[in-house]
């Protein structure tokens, strides 16, 4: 009998999920050391995490808020990842959500209960028509959309940036380089976390069955897994391809309004947080799973959150950043290496 | 006259750090990797630069430990790459993370201090004193003669007219013939996707130490995303890339040009130059132009790796 290691097409959902725990705890490990380098004591720190976060309903509150956006920039990068698009744009449809929201909610009066859906709509339309040229581009001419959405991100932040500090600078002049408070708050549902939380995970529940049980969805799966095998079979993959860009900036969009009605209230630059790129990295802990990202947004939320408790230690979101960057780097490796099984094989009898 | 002048000048300090981050890119691209972590590279390359000047005030030591930073975390990405195989999109992105949270944790200490030593424009005699162009060509930095010359000419010879160069193109084009062909395809790969990383590593020490030059957290600006865009519209060539650098330049300092001479827009407006540019770059050819996609085409086994037991 020998014993050698074979490489698989496919790695079993079992072995994945193992992969991105050891990736968590490595990357967390990795960073400790770091730290406990530079004379903090890691498990001090940790101590500190777990019981601001933990410790009360406060905690909890904060991570919830961070949770909403994280989960719909999650969705958006898995929607794109199911027919083999990479939405790396997620942060400039972010901004351009919470743009059109913002514009929508500034200069057309009207009662909250109107409002709010209507700029619901707006920071939708405004994520999808910021993905629109790479989408286009894409479908028709070939070109890498994971490029385009990028390089789009810094024209968003600059347009936020421009405006916010420009044309719509609030004319109360209190807060610097923002737009005036918005006349329409998403009331809140749980401490400070907002009805935009139940939301996210109602919209994630609705995009999974929606993919899952549709023929559409079905088409989707298949055009993303056999584009050659999607267009024999006759299915319109231009078609799936741009519908499912455009949701999956809609999506990201969505997170925008969110943020700006819910937890920020005003228009400025910075706004998004990073969370359209971490929003790549929830989409890959949850493994391109819709579902999934439920799960991902949570993680990265609590990370997220150590963070900024984290700030007044000496950390900052740039080491969260760095950390995250870790986590996915261990991830990617361990994905790979989760295609790998160990067999037995008897030596044929002659 | 001078608006010129300056122009020139500006185009092609700027479009220096495009330039050597894109011919990094171009030789992983060309061996069939991408690399993502160009902007993180570069980010830990601005920083490693200043944070030697600081220490020994020697611009030429700042870019060289810029250059090791990239060349010994290219080794790391490359190593995971190539041969552990790991999807190459999603290190790339970890990379970027990495290398920009990592350069903004440790620039904290260095932000808005100017370099203390910093690349000097050398006047050419007689060559710097041709009017209008003599400026802008020839009082430059030493860095931007050899990005711009030695540094491509000698890529392109490399890749283009030797032996080896054809060996390394045939690992991007078709590993697995390449490999029945004798190529030793995962060390080749594993040493130009390192020395690419070096360049990128080099490119971020180019903005704190010659143009900028000073560090601040966001100084790479998404500069190794628009790199790795140039690439794709230089067709993967060396040549092409510092020709499309320089064009970069062209637009940034046109919005340079345009704060300086109050012109009606807003600053932010003429940053967004750039990054619209280089997508108009990456889109219009390939919309206008049907023959240019076969020409300029990506090498085909670009993204794969490549396994020699799996068909």
């Not at chain 1, 969260?320 to 290496?337: K, P, Q, W």
Request: net charge positive; hydrophobic share 55%; aromatic share 8%.
């Amino acid at each position: 009998m020998s014993i050698r290691v074979q490489r698989f097409p496919s790695a079993p959902p079992s072995a994945a999920l193992a992969a991105r725990a050891a990736a968590i705890v490595l990357a967390l490990l990795v960073a400790g050391i770091i730290l406990a380098g530079t004379g903090a004591s890691p498990l001090k720190l940790a101590g500190q995490v777990i019981k601001a976060t933990f410790g009360s309903s406060f905690g909890l509150e904060d991570v919830g808020l961070l949770v909403t956006p994280l989960i719909l920039t999650g969705l958006s990068v898995a929607v794109a990842q199911r027919i083999g698009a990479w939405n790396i744009g997620g942060e400039g449809q972010f901004y351009a959500g919470a743009f059109a929201a913002t514009g929508v909610a500034l200069f057309i009066p009207g009662p909250s209960v109107v409002m709010l859906p209507l700029m619901f709509v707006a920071g939708a339309i405004g994520g999808a028509l910021w993905i629109l040229i790479p989408t286009l581009a894409r479908a028709y001419a070939d070109v890498n959309e994971l490029i385009t959405t990028l390089l789009l991100n810094f024209v968003a932040t600059l347009l936020v940036y421009w405006v916010a500090t420009g044309p719509w600078l609030d004319p109360g002049g209190q807060a610097l380089a923002t737009t005036a408070r918005l006349p329409h708050d998403i009331p809140e549902f749980w401490g400070i976390v907002h009805w935009g939380f139940p939301l996210a995970v109602v919209i994630t529940i609705l995009v999974a069955a929606v993919l899952a049980f549709t023929r559409w969805g079905y088409e989707v799966r298949i055009a993303g897994s056999n584009p050659q095998a999607a267009k024999y079979a006759g299915m319109p993959f231009r078609r799936h391809l741009i519908l499912v860009m455009l949701l999956s900036g809609a999506i990201a969009g969505i997170a925008g309004m969110f943020e700006v009605a819910g937890t920020v209230h005003r228009l400025q630059g910075g706004i998004s947080n990073n969370f359209g790129y971490l929003g790549i990295m929830v989409a890959v802990l949850a493994r391109g799973s819709a579902l999934g990202v439920l799960a991902g947004a949570a993680l990265m939320g609590i990370i997220l959150n150590s963070g900024i408790i984290l700030q007044t230690q000496g950390l900052n979101v740039s080491t969260v950043l760095a950390i995250t960057g870790l986590i996915l780097f261990f991830t990617a490796i361990g994905d790979e290496l989760a295609h790998y099984r160990i067999i037995r094989t008897e030596p044929a009898k002659a | 006259m001078d608006l010129i002048a300056g122009l020139i000048q500006t185009s092609i300090l700027a479009g220096g750090v495009l330039a050597l981050a894109a011919l990094g890119e171009v030789l992983a691209e060309r061996v069939g990797v991408v690399n993502l972590g160009a902007e993180g590279l570069m980010a830990l390359g601005a920083i490693t630069g200043i944070a030697t000047v600081v220490a020994i005030p020697n611009p030429a030591l700042g870019f060289l430990c810029a250059l090791l930073v990239g060349l010994i975390v290219g080794c790391v990405f490359a190593f995971v790459t190539v041969y552990i195989r790991a999807n190459q999109v999603l290190c790339g992105l970890a990379l970027t993370l990495m290398g920009t949270g990592l350069a903004a944790t440790i620039g904290k200490a260095y932000s808005g201090m100017p370099a203390p030593a910093t690349f000097a424009p050398i006047a050419i005699p007689y060559l710097s004193e041709i009017p209008v162009i003599g400026r802008g060509l020839f009082t430059q930095n030493i860095l931007v003669y050899l990005i711009y010359i030695v540094l491509p000419i000698a890529l392109h010879y490399l890749m283009f007219r030797t032996r080896h160069g054809l060996n390394m193109r045939a690992l991007g084009e078709n590993p697995a013939a390449a490999d029945a062909a004798g190529i030793p395809v995962q060390k080749i790969r594993f040493w130009y996707v390192a020395a690419g990383s070096a360049l990128a590593g080099g490119a971020g020490a180019y903005l704190t130490l010659a143009f900028v030059p000073s560090w601040s957290e966001g100084v790479v600006a998404g500069r190794g995303w628009i790199a790795v865009s140039l690439v794709i519209f230089a067709g993967y060539r060396p040549l092409n890339a510092v020709g499309a650098a320089l064009l970069f330049g062209l637009i940034t300092s046109l919005g340079f040009v345009g704060q300086a001479r109050n012109w009606p827009i807003a600053a932010p407006v003429l940053s967004m130059l750039p990054y619209l540019g280089t997508i108009a770059f990456i889109i219009v050819p390939v919309v206008a132009w049907q023959r240019m996609r076969r020409i300029m085409a990506a090498p085909a086994a670009l993204g794969e790796p490549y396994y020699r037991d799996v068909r």
